[in-house]
C-alpha cells in the first residue's frame, strides 16, 4: 500500500474507535459527527480489508486484525505528535488549558495544597481538575483520555502507559492529645489492643497492614470505617479510637485539630505512582504538569 493514497486522518479515527469503543464517544473526542465517524469506519475498514471492530452488547470490540495494528497506530501517531511538537514551547504563565489528574484519595490529600499553591502561582488562568479514581481505572482512563494523568498506589501498567513512583510515605498512629498510648513508648502489643478507625473507601474492613499484623502474630479490632480522611479527627476527638494513617495526611490533622502522633511499631508505608499514556510524553504542556506534581510530591 502507498502510504499517499491513504488519508492519515483515518488513524485518529481508528485510535478513538480503539479507546472509546463506541462510535458517538469516538466522534466526540476527536470532533467528528457521529456520522462521520461511521463513515470513517467504513473507509477503515476498505484500507485494511476487515471489519476492525464488531457492535457487541459491550460496545465495539476489536477484531484480531485491530487489536494487531492498534499499537503500531499508537506509535504513529506519538512520533506525528513529537514532531509538531519539536521546538514549540509551553507557557503557562498565559496558558487557559484544563490539566485533569485522576487520584486516589490519599494522594489527593498528600498533594492539593501543593498543587493549588503552584498553580496559582506558574499558571493563574489554566484549570486544574482532580478526579477519584480507584488505581485499578487507570490504565483504561488513561487510555480513553478521561484524565492526563493518574497518581495514586497503582499495580503494573500495560503497553502504552509510562509510571513512575512518585514518593513513599510511612504510616504513623493518631490518636486524640491525651489519649493513655501517648504517655509511654507505644509497643506492637499495645497498638494492636487498640479500638482503630480505618478508613475504607470502599468499605473494606482490612488491608494491607492487617495482613501484615498476622505475619508479627497480631490482630488488630477496627472498631469505625471511614470513607475519608477528613472523618477522622472527629472521630479521635470524641473517643479513644486510634488510626493509622500516612504521616502527611496525619500532619494535615494535626494542623487542624488537637491530635498527637507517634510512630507506628512495624514498618509500613503507602507507595503513590504517577502514570501517564505514552500519547502525552512528548506535550510540553504535559510534561509541565508532570514536573509539577513531581515537585508536590518532594515537598
Known amino acids: 500500500m502507498d502510504i499517499r493514497a491513504a488519508d492519515l486522518n483515518l488513524l485518529k479515527a481508528f485510535e478513538a474507535l480503539h479507546s472509546e469503543r463506541a462510535v458517538t464517544r469516538a466522534a466526540a473526542r476527536i470532533g467528528l459527527s457521529q456520522p462521520a465517524m461511521s463513515h470513517a469506519l467504513s473507509r477503515l475498514r476498505g484500507l485494511f480489508a476487515d471489519d476492525l471492530f464488531v457492535r457487541t452488547s459491550n460496545g465495539m470490540e476489536p477484531t484480531a486484525r485491530a487489536r494487531e495494528i492498534a499499537p503500531l497506530i499508537a506509535a504513529a501517531i506519538e512520533q506525528i505528535e513529537a514532531a509538531l511538537n519539536l521546538g514549540t514551547g509551553f507557557d503557562p504563565g498565559t496558558s487557559l488549558a484544563t490539566f485533569s489528574a485522576g487520584m486516589g484519595e490519599y494522594a489527593e490529600v498528600a498533594l492539593v495544597g501543593g498543587l493549588a499553591a503552584a498553580f496559582s502561582r506558574e499558571a493563574p488562568r489554566a484549570t486544574l481538575r482532580l478526579l477519584p479514581l480507584n488505581g485499578s481505572e487507570a490504565a483504561e482512563q488513561l487510555t480513553r483520555g478521561a484524565i ?6 497503582l499495580r503494573t501498567m ?19 492529645k491525651g489519649h493513655p498510648i501517648t504517655e509511654a513508648p507505644l509497643t506492637l502489643e499495645d497498638y494492636a489492643a487498640q479500638k482503630h478507625v480505618l478508613v475504607s473507601p470502599r468499605g473494606a474492613s482490612n488491608g494491607a497492614l492487617d495482613r501484615l499484623l498476622v505475619d508479627y502474630g497480631q490482630r488488630r479490632r477496627v472498631a469505625l470505617l471511614v470513607a475519608t480522611y477528613m472523618a477522622v479527627p472527629a472521630a479521635l476527638a470524641a473517643s479513644d479510637l486510634i ?15 488537637e491530635i498527637a502522633t507517634l510512630p507506628l511499631p512495624v ?3 503507602a507507595t503513590i505512582s504517577i502514570a501517564w499514556h505514552r500519547r502525552n510524553a512528548s506535550d ?12 508536590a510530591a518532594a515537598d
Do not use: C, Y
Request: glycine share 2%; hydrophobic share 60%.
Open 148 to 153: 492526563d494523568v493518574a497518581v495514586a498506589h
Open 158 to 176: 500495560p503497553a502504552g502507559i509510562n509510571a513512575t513512583m512518585l514518593f513513599r510515605d510511612p504510616f504513623v498512629v493518631v490518636a486524640r
Open 243 to 257: 488510626a493509622t494513617i500516612p504521616s502527611r495526611a496525619a500532619a494535615l490533622i494535626a494542623a487542624q485539630a
Open 267 to 269: 514498618d509500613f508505608a
Open 284 to 295: 510540553p504542556a504535559q510534561a509541565w504538569f508532570r514536573k509539577l506534581l513531581t515537585e
